[in-house]
């Protein structure tokens, strides 16, 4: 069976300082490993995935996330960030069906990110 | 090219009734999965529709049931509502052997 665990439920920080969204999974195959975004009363945007090869990943508004398979975690980081960055994180872990296809995503239970001025 | 739509985007449901959320899928996307999101927690997996068929389904009761048609817009039906189903309902739609899913805005579903 797979999980996800987010270490922490909320995280405040002032703008423009370095932040990280810590993610740690358990699974007994191989995974895709994503984080998305959720802002208030909007659904999931992804925000960046790991499926192979390179084990940092990035997104397009500076975020990057490290998969490290012996400590089973897939944290995210962003250097500098900015008010607009205030929302809810999710990670989130998905194996594979039969036949190859993508399986379920299976979620951790989120942290919120919240920049302060 | 369009985003998943659903709907409608909030309801309220007195217990014990049955309710229908509807999704349609990005173009071209042919399966479909729904997720429940309780509040302050993570989205739960219910179940995906490849080719009109259910393609692996989450710890969720049979009351939960769906359904995809030959477009490949679904339906998720849950019947005898209970409180506890009170929740964000999230359609994500994608091509198969694809690792990205793309969500719907979601269906806030209240049960009272």
């Known amino acids: 069976a797979q999980s996800v665990t987010q270490l922490d439920s909320q995280v405040p920080v002032f703008e423009e300082a370095p932040v990280e969204l810590r993610c740690n999974y358990s699974?007994?195959?191989?995974?895709?490993l994503f984080w998305y975004v959720q802002y208030p009363n909007q659904g999931l945007q992804l925000l960046l995935k790991y499926l192979s090869g390179s084990t940092l990943v990035e997104s397009i508004n500076g975020f990057e996330a490290e998969f490290n398979k012996s400590q089973t975690s897939f944290h995210l980081r962003k250097p500098s960030v900015h008010i607009s960055d205030t929302a809810e994180y999710f990670c989130a872990v998905s194996g594979l069906n039969y036949g190859g296809s993508q399986g379920n995503l299976i979620f951790g239970k989120g942290t919120k990110l919240s920049v302060k001025p | 090219e369009t985003g998943v739509t659903q709907s409608p985007t909030h309801l309220i449901k007195t217990r014990g009734q049955q309710v229908t959320l509807r999704c349609s899928s990005q173009?071209?996307?042919?399966?479909v999965s729904w997720y429940q999101q309780a509040l302050g927690q993570g989205p739960q997996f219910i179940f995906q529709y490849y080719r009109e068929e259910e393609n692996g389904r989450g710890n969720f009761p049979p009351r939960f049931s769906g359904l995809q048609f030959p477009n490949y817009s679904s339906e998720l039906n849950v019947n005898a509502l209970e409180l506890d189903d009170s929740a964000l309902y999230l359609c994500?739609?994608?091509?198969?052997?694809?690792?990205?899913?793309?969500f719907g805005q979601g269906t806030r579903l209240t049960v009272v």
């Open positions: 994500a739609s994608s091509l198969v052997q694809n690792t990205e899913a793309f």
């Open positions: 173009s071209g996307h042919n399966t």
């Open positions: 699974s007994s195959v191989s995974v895709y």
